[in-house]
């Protein structure tokens, strides 16, 4: 990426600074290291490669040269926005979901609590990290890693779920800068209707496995397995149980697959 291309990107964005690296540990690090430095509201860290990308639950996220983005941004959350934290994570993974659809016209989907997927497959994945400071919030970082061409792709056999790229499922080329403004740009737009209940429905339209079964394994709890509903007020994933029975599973450490 080129660091010219990257400035006029910005026009017109809440972005007031930025750091790019062609090469870094984790975006995520850098970006938790800078709002404890006093970073403002909107700052953003992008990287082409990343040695050390973290994902999800402890896991690795290695992002190559020229094939993914990788971007940290760093929001400073108000007041009323404090009150609804459990919504940063989708946040990002709706402004994917939409700017693959202004961009591309390519409909997908969320697997929660927040993966984004296309034709089924794990296209981008989002790590939401705070900083706090005592028990007072210094800011939030919402890392997004999106597999843009397939050398992005880990191989199969690797991966917990199937992965795509963004090029494959659309079939062409994509410019990964302009992918970059346009999820930006959700970003920011949708950030302005965290708060509302509309946002939640957005969510949920998004939602993957909807009325499937789908089975939960949890790190340390036997799996269970439920019917998916849809996303309680609070984000959580409301199933209902083979006894007919609800309930919710709240964001934590689980992971979500459909059933054989
Ligand atoms: C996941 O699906 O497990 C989340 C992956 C998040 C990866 C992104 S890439 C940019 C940012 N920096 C990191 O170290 N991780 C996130």
Request: aromatic fraction near 6%; proline fraction near 5%.
């Amino acid at each position: 990426m080129d660091v010219g291309t990257l400035t006029s990107l910005f026009t017109g964005l809440p972005v007031p600074q930025f750091r790019y690296f062609d090469t870094i540990g984790s975006t995520n690090d850098e970006a938790l290291a800078w709002v404890a430095a006093g970073a403002q509201d909107g700052c953003l860290v992008a990287a082409d490669q990343q040695t050390l990308g973290r994902g999800r639950l402890n896991r690795r996220w290695i992002t190559h040269p020229g094939a993914a983005l990788a971007f940290s941004l760093i929001l400073l959350p108000k007041a009323e926005e404090i009150e609804r934290m459990g919504m940063f994570s989708p946040l990002g993974a709706l402004a994917i979901c939409q700017a693959l659809e202004n961009m591309l016209g390519l409909a997908s989907q969320i697997k929660w609590p927040n993966d984004v997927l296309l034709q089924g497959r794990k296209v981008a994945g989002i790590l939401l990290e705070a900083a706090w400071l005592g028990d007072e919030l210094q800011g939030i970082v919402i890392g997004i890693g999106v597999n843009v061409t397939a050398a992005a792709v880990p191989p199969q056999n690797e991966l917990l779920f199937p992965a795509i790229s963004v090029e494959e499922a659309a079939e062409r080329p994509v410019e990964r800068i302009a992918l970059l403004k346009e999820i930006l740009q959700s970003m920011f737009e949708l950030r302005s209707k965290l708060i509302e209940p509309a946002f939640g429905q957005a969510w949920e339209q998004h939602l993957a496995f909807k009325g499937q079964w789908v089975r939960i394994e949890g790190t340390d709890n036997q799996p269970i397995t439920g019917q998916v509903l849809g996303i309680d007020p609070a984000g959580g994933l409301l199933l209902r149980s083979s006894a007919g029975k609800q309930f919710t599973v709240t964001v934590g450490d689980v992971h979500l697959r459909l059933m054989e």
